[in-house]
């Protein structure tokens, strides 16, 4: 049973940095990768930024490219959004999930329909 657990949500003010994890645990080591979505109210859920876990390649939202890194601690179980220079447009719930495919690519971030397990989420609030 596969199970991914969010933390690391807060509120900040708009500039400032959050680091979000997720801990998987009941997954297959090989053929997955993981991501982030989020969620703000009366929106959809878009993807922020996803990881390759056999290649660590990563893909990442316009929205923000060159601000948040995904990374992703093997040893842990775990995997990081790093998110700086925040907005108050990034104020949002914010989900890991996980999928198991033969392919990798950024398509995936386009939609839930890929992706096969979800968190609960960690809710971040950016204020102006």
């Known amino acids: 049973q596969v199970q991914l657990v969010e933390s690391g949500g807060g509120s900040v003010q708009a500039g400032g940095s959050l680091r979000l994890s997720c801990a998987a645990s009941?997954?297959?080591?090989?053929?997955?990768?993981m991501g982030w979505f989020r969620q703000a109210p009366g929106k959809a859920r878009e993807g922020v930024a996803m990881?390759?876990?056999?290649?660590?390649?990563?893909y990442y939202d316009d929205s923000v490219e060159g601000r948040f890194t995904i990374s992703q601690n093997n040893l842990k179980n775990t995997m990081y959004l790093h998110m700086n220079s925040l907005k108050p447009e990034d104020s949002a719930m914010y989900y890991c999930?996980?999928?198991?495919?033969?392919?990798?690519?950024?398509?995936?971030?386009?939609?839930?329909?890929?992706?096969?397990?979800w968190g609960g989420g960690t809710l971040v609030n950016i204020s102006s």
């Open positions: 009941g997954y297959s080591s090989s053929g997955r990768y």
């Open positions: 990881i390759c876990t056999g290649s660590g390649t990563t």
């Open positions: 999930a996980l999928a198991y495919s033969r392919y990798c690519g950024i398509y995936f971030l386009s939609g839930m329909q890929y992706w096969d397990y």
